[in-house]
């Protein structure tokens, strides 16, 4: 990350405000990964409103950035290339070591993914065996597909689902691998692919980024196409997902995400969104830093709300000897 010079408070009152060993816990905290206010409260166990009044002079002292996402507020320490802020953050990270909350930021934000969970699993237990996606839904579907045809001999659906998609897949690749996390929707959809008749397709229980599916995939010398479609608005760190996905194509494979644009429809949260949609920026972002070749990044013209976008990335071929 780029650093950059800060227009913060005065010193001496920089040095009051670093003076608190709840601001350095926070600030070091937010340094490590953006949080919410109430992942904060659960790190240092405080209360969200004790999180926010002892945030906020840390905001206004240019030291934190705060980022809606529907109702939902998110900090992250600003980069700095201050000696005093540099100290402070060491200072915190201590602090934050010896009270163990800096150990269980991973443990809280994999939190951010089970009410996704819990939603999949209830619902493909009350749905019971009901029909797939129409063909009217697969040919909407269609543009995804146009530039990743020159490599044909396997695709990577990473949260299948009910597999809706499968059918579309299977016609044009060799093999698809069809990828989820939640067994009750995997044993939904081996009995769609039963009906539909696809022998060309292996469900795999998991996520994008356990070691024995990239193991089997890069075995076969890596996919020609990855598909994250309406995936990455339930992951919990969405941009580890894209670099685990990019890390499974073949040189020259192609990375499809589509996912919803930003959108303030909280009601969202209870089909197990962790987030209300991403910037088009921050999604080619994450395609770039996973070492990929932006291809398309735009919206995608179809009737639904919230509104979708694609970004497709390629991987760069090898370099000749």
């Known amino acids: 990350m780029c650093r950059v010079s800060l227009a913060v408070a005065p010193r001496a009152d920089l040095f009051r405000l670093l003076g608190d060993e709840s601001r350095l816990r926070l600030l070091a905290l937010c340094a490590e990964e953006e949080l919410t206010v109430g992942e904060l409260a659960t790190l240092i166990a405080e209360s969200q409103p004790q999180v926010t009044r002892k945030s906020q002079p840390l905001r206004e002292a240019g030291l934190l950035s705060a980022r809606r996402d529907g109702t939902r ?63 009217a839904e697969l040919l909407a579907w269609l543009p995804v597909f146009a530039p990743l045809l020159p490599g044909r001999a396997l695709a990577i659906d990473v949260g299948t689902g009910e597999g809706t998609l499968l059918p579309l897949l299977s016609s044009l690749y060799e093999r698809v691998v069809a990828i989820d996390r939640s067994a009750a929707s995997l044993a939904r959809c081996a009995n769609r692919i039963a009906s539909y008749g696809l ?106 709300t919230p509104s979708l976008q694609i970004a497709v990335g390629k991987k760069p071929a090898r370099p000749p000897n």
């Open 73 to 135: 507020t998110l900090l992250r320490a600003l980069p700095s290339d201050d000696a005093v802020i540099d100290a402070a953050l060491e200072e915190g990270r201590a602090l934050c070591t010896r009270d163990g909350s800096l150990a269980r930021i991973a443990a809280v934000v994999a939190q951010r993914e089970e009410p996704s969970r819990r939603y999949f699993e209830e619902r493909a237990a009350l749905d019971g065996d009901a029909g797939a996606g129409t063909g």
């Open 199 to 304: 022998p060309n397709v292996r469900l795999r229980e998991g996520d994008v980024d356990d070691v024995g599916i990239a193991e089997d995939v890069l075995a076969r010398g890596g996919a020609d196409l990855v598909l994250m479609a309406r995936v990455l608005h339930h992951a919990a760190r969405p941009q580890d997902g894209v670099a685990a996905a990019a890390r499974l194509l073949r040189p020259g494979g192609h990375l499809a995400v589509v996912d919803y644009l930003p959108h303030d429809d909280e009601s969202m949260r209870d089909q197990g969104d962790v987030w209300l949609g991403f910037e088009p920026v921050k999604l080619r972002g994450w395609i770039d830093a996973a070492g990929l070749d932006l291809l398309v990044s735009q919206p995608m013209p179809a009737p639904l």
